[in-house]
Nanobody, 128 residues
């Protein structure tokens, strides 16, 4: 297992924007599926968005059109651009990466596929 490192979580007003980053440079397996997941207090962890080795991106319904996942050309920094955030987006956000999940990266956007490599999480708080 490889440790990933998220950053960028902060407090933001509803309607605002922020970008999360995840250092995935220690993850060298190819092909891959990488993703962002989140967990709110009292709720189970859910998928937010995933991206595969070919840079195809997939989104959970509640964030499609507002959030955008991307990875830099060297495949060592994973991003989540969050726009028009709402209080319902308040959560700890985790990044994850996995080789075997590549073949299920679309389904993985829901959080239903296991990932072997995780970050420690970064807190996002959205106030109304």
């Amino acid at each position: 297992q490889v440790r990933l490192v998220e950053s960028g979580g902060r407090s933001v007003r509803a309607g605002g924007s922020l970008t999360l980053s995840c250092d995935v440079s220690l993850f060298k397996e190819r092909p891959f599926c990488m993703g962002w997941f989140r967990q709110s207090p009292g709720k189970s962890r859910e998928g937010v968005a995933t991206i595969d080795h070919a840079h195809n991106d997939y989104y959970q319904d509640s964030v499609r059109g507002r959030f955008f996942i991307s990875i830099n050309k060297d495949n060592d920094i994973l991003y989540l651009q969050m726009n028009r955030v709402t209080p319902e987006d308040t959560a700890i956000y985790y990044c994850a990466a996995d080789r075997e999940a590549f073949w299920q990266c679309f389904a993985a956007r829901t959080g239903s596929i296991a990932f072997a490599n995780w970050g420690q999480g970064t807190q996002v708080n959205v106030s109304s």
